[in-house]
């Protein structure tokens, strides 16, 4: 079964941290560029940050910049994000996506029509 499955997410205090893991199943990990988004009630889907499959390059939407820090494993078929510092605005679904038409993460956060598999999403709250 082709899928991408999230974990790690949890309530955490504010100034807390969170690591969230995307695991690949039924195809090659290492051939894909990796995302991370976020959706919160009420509001549309935002990018959290990219890797790409080429050189590990990244990116970062600006409000998590500076907190979170995006990285892969293909050979564990596993992406990551480990989030630090964390705010209540971070509050939200976070769900991890996979493309393959881009080696880079040109236009990673407009173009989500462009993923071909997106993981059901792992709720991070954040609250005191």
């Known amino acids: 079964q082709l899928q991408l499955v999230e974990s790690g997410g949890g309530l955490v205090q504010p100034g807390g941290s969170l690591r969230l893991s995307c695991v690949a199943s039924g195809f090659p990990l290492e051939y894909y560029t990796i995302s991370w988004f976020r959706q919160a009630p009420g509001k549309e889907r935002e990018g959290v940050s990219c890797?790409?499959?080429?050189?590990?390059?990244?990116k970062y939407g600006d409000s998590v910049k500076g907190r979170f820090t995006i990285s892969r494993d293909d050979a564990m078929k596993t992406a990551y994000l480990q989030m630090n510092n964390l705010k209540p605005e971070d509050t939200a679904v976070y769900y991890c996506?996979?493309?393959?038409?881009?080696?880079?993460?040109?236009?990673?956060?407009?173009?989500?029509?462009?993923?071909?598999?997106w993981g059901q999403g792992t709720q991070v709250t954040v609250s005191s």
């Open positions: 996506a996979a493309r393959s038409r881009f080696s880079s993460c040109v236009n990673w956060n407009v173009q989500l029509h462009e993923y071909d598999y």
């Open positions: 890797i790409d499959n080429n050189n590990g390059r990244t």
